[in-house]
C-alpha cells in the first residue's frame, strides 16, 4: 500500500482533473486474488480523500490491471473499489463476460 499512495503522492500536484484520471493498480509479478485487489483500491480511494478531496476519491476511476484468470474476472469487477479490468492479453470470450459483467455492476 505504501508504494500505491506514494506513487499517487507523486502525481497528485500535477493533475488538476481527476475525473479524466484512471489510476491502474498492477501487481506487477504475481496475481492477487480479488479480496487483495480490493484491499488495495479501497486503501487507495481513502486516500485520495483524505488527502485531496472526497470529490477526487469519488470521481477517479480506479482499475485493476493485474493477471485475470478465468473465475477472477467475476469477482474483481464485483468489488466496490474496482471501477475498471484493464484487460492485457485477456481472451476476446472472457473480456466479453466482463463486460457484461461491469453492466450490471452499473
Same mark, same amino acid.
Given at each position: 500500500?505504501?508504494?500505491?499512495? &506514494?506513487?499517487?503522492?507523486?502525481? #497528485?500536484?500535477? @493533475?488538476?482533473?481527476?475525473?479524466?484520471?484512471? +489510476?491502474?493498480? /498492477?501487481? =506487477?509479478?504475481? &496475481?492477487?486474488?480479488?479480496?487483495? #485487489?480490493?484491499? @488495495?483500491?479501497?486503501?487507495?480511494?481513502?486516500? +485520495?480523500?483524505? /488527502?485531496? =478531496?472526497?470529490?477526487?476519491?469519488?470521481?477517479?476511476?480506479?482499475?485493476?490491471?493485474?493477471?485475470?484468470?478465468?473465475?477472477?474476472?467475476?469477482?474483481?469487477?464485483?468489488?466496490?473499489?474496482?471501477?475498471?479490468?484493464?484487460?492485457?492479453?485477456?481472451?476476446?470470450?472472457?473480456?466479453?463476460?466482463?463486460?457484461?459483467?461491469?453492466?450490471?455492476?452499473?
Amino acid at each position: 500500500m505504501d508504494v500505491v499512495t &506514494a506513487q499517487a503522492r507523486a502525481i #497528485a500536484e500535477s @493533475v488538476s482533473k481527476w475525473e479524466e484520471i484512471e +489510476l491502474v493498480y /498492477n501487481p =506487477s509479478g504475481h &496475481a492477487v486474488t480479488s479480496y487483495q #485487489a480490493q484491499e @488495495v483500491l479501497a486503501g487507495l480511494r481513502m486516500w +485520495l480523500r483524505d /488527502n485531496l =478531496s472526497p470529490e477526487v476519491g469519488s470521481a477517479t476511476r480506479l482499475v485493476y490491471g493485474g493477471r485475470l484468470r478465468g473465475a477472477n474476472w467475476e469477482e474483481l469487477i464485483l468489488q466496490p473499489d474496482v471501477d475498471g479490468i484493464y484487460a492485457c492479453g485477456a481472451m476476446l470470450e472472457e473480456f466479453l463476460h466482463v463486460i457484461k459483467l461491469a453492466e450490471k455492476k452499473g
